[in-house]
């Protein structure tokens, strides 16, 4: 007598919950997701084989370029309106609500502070055309902006955060080392000897590699 097979059902998977969950995740992604403007000037780091990592927060960023060109960059919107408003008056210029908002919005700027109000008022293709030809933050002798904005930048990060500043240096690979060389000196002069330096990782060597 022939044996009677069971009639199989092959297992079948809702992939409904999935494709729900999905498109939650991605609406979540959507609207909590804040993309950065994009910066003044982008530089090409060095590499090195340090793995140590920058502070997350609480920074002031000096980007040095291969043209010499000093911007500077403050990641606190408190802060760098803060910071504005001191430089601004002391050197007798004043700001509108408006471009102060601007301001705090940008991630670094490379401007004296007499033109900044300029350029504060052109739209964001306007100064992304521009940004090429900016001349970049004072740091001569005579005129040292830059020390003005890491001063009273740092002021202002304890006043409002009751945190000081984290300093870190990006230079680009091609930067002049003289240029390097004198913005630390110019920081160091006033006390300032704690600062990052920031680099590319690169692959540290594997010990025995090559034998």
Sequence with gaps: ???????????????????????????????TTQFRPDEAVVVDTP??????????????????DKNKRVFVGIDKQPTKAAALQAIAARHGISFTP???????????????????????????????ALNKGLPGVPYDSLNNQMIDWVLEARKANIQNFKKPLYMVIKGDAGADVPTVQKVIKELQEKNINRFNLVTSLE???????GK
């Excluded at 590499?47 to 040095?64: G, N, R, Y």
């Design 47 to 64: 590499s090195s084989t340090s793995d140590l990592v920058a502070p997350e927060s609480d920074i002031l960023t000096l980007t040095i």
């Design 98 to 128: 408006t471009q102060i908002k601007q301001f705090s919005l940008m991630p670094n700027f490379g401007v004296p502070i007499e033109q900044l109000g300029s350029y504060l008022d052109k739209d964001t293709e306007q100064r992304k």
């Design 203 to 209: 692959m540290k060597p594997v010990a025995g590699a």
């Design 1 to 31: 007598m022939p044996k009677v097979k069971p009639h199989r059902t092959s297992p079948s998977l809702d992939m409904t919950p999935m494709v729900d969950l999905a498109f939650l995740l991605v609406t979540f992604f959507m609207l």
